[in-house]
Each structure stands twice: as structure tokens, then as C-alpha cells.
């Protein structure tokens, strides 16, 4: 392309994101579409010709990306959203325009040590030592996987080796223990106490039940804000056991972590920095662009020991120890620059921004958790933790089964999905259905909570009308 025509077509990409900014509020959070429909609309074989930049653009902006979730809309609390700066989006577009591989030194020197700059900053905003480091990643599941990896590296590679983790924690860390070499059947799923933090007693009571039984326990994983309930696990007591037992203790942290920024968050997660790894998403609650993940490891030589291959083909990338080579420190070798949209949104806004939004989040939680607790009609179902809310439709005197709640706030989620303008999901807590809200986008009011929740009981109240 001339360099007019790239001009052009990046102006109106640019024009189209800026307008789909304004016009979010308006719109609703979720927009699905069933498969045929796509099929029909999509499935055709590639074009032998070209056709206009702005038209392949235009189609796109109308007819695919649209058709999804709203991650960054203020009043999609379902999952864990996601709302990225402007800053983040636009690292992304220069990233890629540099056409960036964070590989080795050699091939990426700035991009490199600025990734070591964002690694440093984590590493002091949940208190590590200085001998920490780690890398960015994709997100959470890559984390836990390269975490795994270098507990397995740390235990000696052991033969029938076992996981554990708290029935709250993420499908991800399954999943990693599985591809790390851990039978499905050894992997330990310890019970949740009543507030869905993992019970210290019941852990104790699994290991030494394996040890005695010839197996050999590689990593205990805990939460620091699950995903269902924003639930923290007991850290310290978790770090005093593991460090008496000699097992790595592994911290996910990709949602709650970034709480770390505030004064209120560092009390929720004090003990985080005693583990011998975290995980963290700067996607979620530090309003990144995906995929912007972290791993930290307390000692930064367990990942190299764990990763690091020397192939003839990258003989010439070996500049010593003062140049690290960071795809020696987990599974990839061909990497994106992540650093780059973190660094220029932090440069831009300043922490004190980011400080605020964080906040932010935590306090419309605790608001809108004392709104449902004010309100005849919605039940809290367990104490708002981090930004997580989880609530149901349950109207005081009603004597309602659980069956029948169930059946009512099913109807409830399945209305705001196709009837309102916002999103929420849903959770099982100790089998108890639940309606969530996860709230920690930076555009979020009190009035897109509050009403949330309002629709949410106007729903549930109908359906109870004969």
C-alpha cells in the first residue's frame, strides 16, 4: 500500500473505535448470534481478488466484531470483564506495526528491558523481593501452566506427583497440572469453607493422606479473588503450611491481584508475597487489552532452570548474563510485546489514576452488596468480596423451595440476556444458584449498578406473577 492508502485506512479504523466508544453506553452489553445465521452470513471460501481496505473494514465493524459480548461496556458485569485505555489499544496497534518479538535480547533489546521495567513494577506492587521476576503471557491459563512447570522442575521431577487445589479454583489450573504430567485422578480438589476459601484442615488431611500412600505433592494452588465469588483464600496460613511441608505454593491472582495498587487491597492480600509464584491478568482489573497475563516467581532462576534450551539456531542470541533472554523463562518462544500497552497506559494516566479505578470497583461492590441486603426482594448469597457481587431474586415471607428460587432467577438471567441493555452470569455456590456481578470496569456508575440490580428484581417478580 502507498503510504496515503495506510493513512486512510487507519484513520477509519481509528474513527470507527472512537465512535463505538461513545455510542457503548447506549448499547447493550451482549449481542449472540446462533451459528447458522453466522454460517450463512460468513462460511464462504477466501476471495481470489482484493477488494477496498475500508470496505473489508466496514464489514467487519458491522458484521462480525460486534456480534459478542461487550467486555468493556459499563454495565457487562458478567465473568470478569475487561476495559481497556485508549493508550492499551493503541500500544497494541504499534506493537504489531514494529512487528515486535520479544524472543531474545538480540532480536528485541528495547522491547526486551521494558518488559523487565513492567515486571519490576509488579513485582513491588504485591511486595516481592528483589530476587523475584518473571514474564508477561498470554493470561492466567499460560501462567499456571508455566507456574506448574517450574514446581515440578523445583520438586525433582517426581514420580506419582499430586496438585492441589480449592474447589473454587479456575478450570486453568486443572488443565495445567494435566499437560505438567499429573493423572486427572491425582489431582486434589480440596473443599471450600462457608465463605469459599479453601479449608486449611481438609488440605492437611489430603497431603498427608498421599504421602502416606507413596505419592508425592508438587504444588498447592491458592486464590487471591476467585472467580465466582472474589473469595481469598487464607494466604498465610497457606504460606506457613507449604513452607513447613516443602511444597510450592502457587498464588492466582489473575483477577484479584491488581487490588495490590491500593491500600485496602494490600491488607485483602497480605501473605501473597510469600508465595513461590503468582499469576496475574492485567486484562482484567488493570484495564489492559487482551492478552496482557504475568507469571512472578519469587526466585527468577526457577523459570530459566525449568525453560531454558540452548538450540544451535539461537547460538548467536547468547549476550551473558546481563542480557536476558526472556522466551528462556516459560513455554513460548515467539512473543508479542505485552509490556508496551501497560507501560504507555500507566505513562499516560499516572498510578494515582489507576489507584482510583481500582478503588473504585471495590466500593461500588460494597454499596451495591448493602443495596441488596436493604432490599426485600434480592438476597445476598455470600459477603461481597473484591469487586464481586453474588445475589439472587428472593422476596422476604415467600417460603419459596430452592427449586423454585432457581427456576426464578434462570428466568431472571436468561430475560436480561436478550431484554436488557446489561450482562451478568451466574454461578453454583455449594449448589446454590446464583446471579453475579463482577464490577470493575473504570466507566461503571452507581446507576448502571443500581439499575442492573433493579431489573434484575422487576424480572424475578414477574415471573413469580401467576
Known sequence: MSSEAMLD?????AELLVARTENLPEEG???GEFRRELDDRLMAPPPEEGRPGEEVMEQAAKEILPVATRLDHPRCFGFIPSSPTWPGVLADFLAAGYNSNVCTWLVASGPSQL???VIDWLRNWIGYPESAGGLLTSGGSAASLDAFVAAREAAGHPDRPTVYMCDQSHSAHIRA???VGVRPERIRTIASDERFRLDMDALARSVAEDRAAGFNPIAVCANAGTSSTGAIDPL????DYCEAEGIWLHVDAAYGGFAAVTEQGKRLLMGIARADSVGLDAHKWFFQPYEAGCLLVKDAGALERAFAVHPDILQDTVWGTNHPNIADRGLQLSRSMRALKIWMSVQTFGMAAFRRAVSKGMELAIRAGEYVEENENLELVTPVSLGVVCFRVNPRGGELDEASL????RTVLARVFWEDRAFFSSTLLHGTFSLRLCIINHNTTWEDVRQTLDTAERFGLETLKP
Do not use: G, T
Open 9 to 13: 485506512l487507519a484513520r477509519k479504523a
Open 29 to 31: 452489553a451482549w449481542d
Open 115 to 117: 518488559e523487565l521495567v
Open 177 to 179: 497440572a494435566r499437560i
Open 236 to 239: 498465610e496460613a497457606m504460606a
Open 406 to 409: 432457581e427456576e426464578i432467577n
